[in-house]
């Protein structure tokens, strides 16, 4: 048995005519894209006409690389490997250089049946290369049946719930539940509008999906939430406000609805609203510190947050608790990474936010907030950058789903143990 390595992610670095050290994607085009979010914003750099020289190429395209290093499908293009950091137990993040082009490229490492030298291949700085054996259960976990950015996601009943978001063609009102015990997709009912950029929560039992933009008129106002028993989605009372890329939270038996963008999507939300299901009523609470949209929002121990998120299009590392008690905003420890669109999930009393787009690029780092020490600290990265993903705890793991990861909108699925602190697309994490 060999090793074979599978290119994950490439991120191309080039020195352009005028003596500039870029970032881009320079073996793909003429143009050199700088890693655009959903909304189009792109920043492109023309390239010399020896950097277009490898158009034939593309970064975003996986290939198989041999244990020397060079790709086993495309043995004409030279790869050497001149640094290396150990991601994961099978990832590595390598500095290497491809057809005379300094590349970031992520590597995960899998058993495949190729004839293999003597000794085990090393990268520099002696990093061992020993890969585990593979077994039946060492399975890429099943995609999405559709791509979706700005999906809504919750756990609900051990399983995970994917609704809505956008592909490359529409917006999205088909809702897919996954079952992680038998790696399994299967289709519920619809919701009554297409949505996408919202969240959604579990509230008495049943989702709730409120506002979003339904791709035509944007900013929504209607809700409706989704009964299990009977499979079927109902209206609620439509909001206050239109509210496109809110927060939206469960708190003591109601509805959090927070920030979001204004009419025209130009800058974030100050004022909040609390959904009754007994009175089935909207009411105000007390406005946010700072203008937020594209937030993550979540509960933990009986307060509310909001992290990160956009005022008008200057991402935010900036995080405000709530305290229902004193219906007050306090701002706290702010993230390392300032980040809009990212996934929060909370797992083992601590916060995980995962992805997002921190103005040029869609992010794969994570990072972990403890409220006892009001600390955050980095983790394990994602294996694909996600922008507007869907982030939830399921059981004992965290799974990301969807998303855009600069170049594509996703269907794909990966999960994180917390006891590795390890990101992985297989489905033995899940039960390990």
């Not at 038998?182 to 009554?192: A, I, Q, Y």
Request: net charge neutral.
């Amino acid at each position: 048995m060999g090793i074979s390595f599978i290119v994950l992610q490439v991120q191309t670095l080039y020195y352009s005519a005028d003596h500039k050290l870029l970032d881009g994607n320079v073996l793909g085009g003429h143009n050199d894209i700088f890693s655009p979010d959903e909304d189009g914003i792109q920043l492109v750099q023309k390239k010399s006409p020896r950097e277009s020289d490898n158009r034939h190429m593309s970064s975003s395209s996986s290939g198989t690389l041999s244990p020397s290093g060079f790709p086993a499908q495309s043995p004409k293009h030279e790869w050497k490997i001149i640094a290396s950091e150990k991601q994961s137990k099978k990832t590595y993040l390598c500095l290497a250089v491809l057809n005379s082009t300094l590349c970031v490229i992520f590597l995960h490492g899998r058993n495949t049946p190729l004839s293999s030298p003597a000794s085990t291949p090393r990268l520099i700085k002696s990093l061992s290369l020993e890969i585990p054996p593979d077994d039946s259960n060492d399975k890429v976990m099943s995609p999405m049946h559709y791509a979706r950015s700005g999906l809504g996601t919750a756990e609900l009943n051990g399983k995970l719930i994917a609704a809505g978001g956008y592909n490359r063609e529409e917006c999205l009102r088909t809702v897919e539940c996954y079952d992680p015990d038998n790696d399994t997709w299967t289709f519920l009912s619809p919701m009554k509008t297409p949505r996408a950029r919202f969240q959604m929560a579990v509230l008495m039992g049943d989702l709730y999906v409120v506002g979003g933009s339904n791709g035509h008129s944007d900013d929504l106002s209607c809700g409706e939430k989704y009964d299990p028993k009977a499979n079927t989605w109902t209206s609620v009372p439509e909001l206050r406000t239109n509210r496109c890329n809110a927060g939206v939270c469960p708190l003591n038996g109601k509805l959090y609805i927070v920030g979001g963008s204004d009419p025209y999507g130009q800058k974030g939300l100050k004022n909040c609203d609390v959904f009754d299901p007994l009175t089935k009523s909207w009411a105000s609470f007390a406005p946010l510190n700072i203008r937020r949209h594209q937030s993550a929002v979540c509960e933990l121990n009986n307060h509310m947050y909001i992290i990160g998120g956009a005022e008008s299009w200057n991402c935010l590392n900036s995080v405000e608790r709530y305290n229902p008690e004193n219906d007050t905003w306090t701002l706290v420890a702010p993230m390392n990474v300032a980040r809009r669109g990212a996934g929060v999930a909370v797992f083992n009393g601590k916060l995980y936010v995962g992805g997002g787009f921190d103005g040029s690029r869609a992010l794969s780092c994570v990072e972990s907030y403890d409220p006892a020490q009001n600390e955050w600290k980095m983790v394990a990265s994602m294996m694909s950058p996600r922008s507007n993903a869907g982030v939830v705890a399921v059981g004992n793991y965290i799974f990301a789903a969807g998303g855009f990861d600069g170049n594509e909108f996703l269907n794909t699925v990966e999960v994180y143990n917390a006891t590795l602190d390890e990101w992985s697309p297989y489905t033995k994490m899940c039960r390990s």
